[in-house]
């Protein structure tokens, strides 16, 4: 994804023991339908009424050097306190709290890290802060090459490690590659879902920075191209549609190309159901503080069913109930 790399907040790495605050964070939501949104932008943890609508709340980025003058960062640098009463208010709201690895700007298996040694320090992070899981935004290009480099083999090996340190049932891993690694001649995430797929609870997929793909519904739902698979024929390659989340720009500025505006994304989002059932959710990049990304679910919410808000809510109580044990 697109980071902005200015964000830079003085950080120390100090934190403190965990405070017992009421019974342990209540894991996991683990079926679908997922609204996933990124926050690389506040420093703060939003109150959960700025993001109403989303049940997945990705911290930006945790990164292979440690390095924390991030989103994520921001996160292990608030007080034991804050952050449990942030746990708990998204909790009553039905948000997890997940942390996005890497990132548009971090190529770990290039600069020749151990996979099993960062999965094992990430999910170390993870317990240590009270997170739900980790969103793998792996972008290592060059690892990937034409298919044939070593990125496929780190990612799996990479999802294995951080699978035995976060067992399914706990913890909730997603991962969010751009569409055209499941591509059928070579996709280099055909080859990580073969191997890895059942410790990968869904993919937030990127259909976006791909030049002129994506843009219409055909084109996002139906039929791209060999090289820019729509989503239907990533579930041809064997993806199951159930774990494939859409994933959007939130405004033109948020990413290189590929924008849909949230009330065309309604549409396509309400003939794939009608079509094929698809009812996995969608993803955005990346929260704004200025309520643009509020507008952003309220729309593309609104126009899949005929009550937005009665849906919303009732997606709501259903997170809910499923999720507090109070
Ligand atoms: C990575 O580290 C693990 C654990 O120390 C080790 O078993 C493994 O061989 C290493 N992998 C590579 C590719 O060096």
Redesign the pocket.
Same mark, same amino acid.
């Given at each position: 994804m697109f980071t902005l790399s200015a964000l830079a907040f003085a950080l120390s790495g100090f934190f403190c023991v965990q405070v017992a605050f009421g019974a342990p964070i209540p894991h996991k939501r683990d079926t679908s339908p997922y609204y996933v949104v990124y926050n690389d932008e506040a420093a703060t943890p939003p109150d959960p009424q700025d993001i109403e609508g989303f049940n997945i709340f990705n911290l930006a980025f945790l990164l292979s050097s440690g390095d924390g003058s991030n989103v994520a960062g921001k996160w292990e640098q608030l007080s034991d306190s804050d952050r449990q009463s942030t746990l708990q208010q998204y909790e009553q709201a039905g948000i997890q709290v997940m942390v996005s690895a890497f990132g548009g700007e971090d190529a770990p298996t290039t600069k020749g890290l151990? +996979? =099993? =040694?960062v999965a094992d320090s990430m999910a170390q992070w993870v317990i240590q802060y009270g997170v739900h899981g980790v969103d793998v935004d792996y972008e290592d290009f060059d690892a990937f090459g034409d298919g044939s480099g070593p990125g496929a083999d780190w990612v799996i +090996?990479f999802t294995k490690a951080l699978r035995q340190q976060l067992p399914q049932g706990k913890y909730l891993i997603s991962h969010a590659p751009i569409a055209p690694w499941f591509k059928k001649d070579g996709g280099p995430y055909l080859k990580v879902h073969e191997e890895v797929g059942d410790l990968i609870d869904w993919y937030n997929v990127q259909f976006y920075n791909q030049g002129s793909a994506y843009t219409t519904c055909e084109t996002l739902i139906t039929k791209m191209n060999d090289e820019n698979p729509a989503l239907m024929e990533i579930v041809a390659n064997g993806i199951p549609i159930e774990k494939l989340v859409i994933g959007k720009p939130t405004t033109k500025g948020d990413a290189g190309n590929g924008y849909m505006s949230p009330t065309e994304l309604a549409e396509c989002l309400a003939q794939a159901k009608q079509q094929y059932g698809y009812e996995s959710g969608v993803m955005t990049w990346q929260y704004h503080t200025d309520g643009s990304t509020l507008a952003w679910i309220k729309d593309v919410l609104g126009g899949t069913s005929s009550s937005s808000s009665s849906k919303r809510q009732l997606v709501k109580r259903k997170l809910v109930r499923r999720l507090s044990p109070w």
């Open positions: 151990n +996979a =099993t =040694t +090996a």
